[in-house]
């Protein structure tokens, strides 16, 4: 199983974070086990990456919302809160749907990355 820390750790080795991302949301879809988000994934420094630091974290609540259960703790953590808002979309035309769209668990974070491949 990919979990969130896992995701994380290969992305931090090199992994482009769009194929570990997307292993990890299939890893979810198959499983809608606890055990994906339970572990913490490592804060990832520097700007290129950081949005994942919020990514993970909205993903994880997401997942456990899904479930019925409690977000996890690490979660929760300022630390995974942005202070800007940030809008994972390249194209014009989708802004105003990754705007819409976004799950809450997202939102709250300032992270606006539109429909999530998690369900």
């Known amino acids: ?5 896992i995701a994380i750790f290969r992305i931090s080795i090199g992994t482009p974070s769009v194929i570990s991302l997307k292993e990890c949301c299939d890893s979810w879809n198959k499983s809608h086990s606890t055990l994906w988000y339970e572990k913490e994934p490592h804060i990832i420094a520097g700007d290129r990456h950081s949005w994942l630091n919020f990514w993970t974290a909205g993903a994880a609540e997401y997942a456990a919302s899904i479930i019925g259960k409690e977000p996890p703790e690490w979660s929760l953590d300022p630390k995974r809160f942005s202070h800007t808002p940030i809008l994972l979309t390249g194209l014009p035309n989708s802004k105003k749907y990754a705007l819409i769209d976004t799950p809450f668990s997202f939102r709250k974070r300032m992270l606006f990355c539109g429909r999530t491949t998690l369900r």
């Open 1 to 5: 199983m990919v979990t969130l820390e």
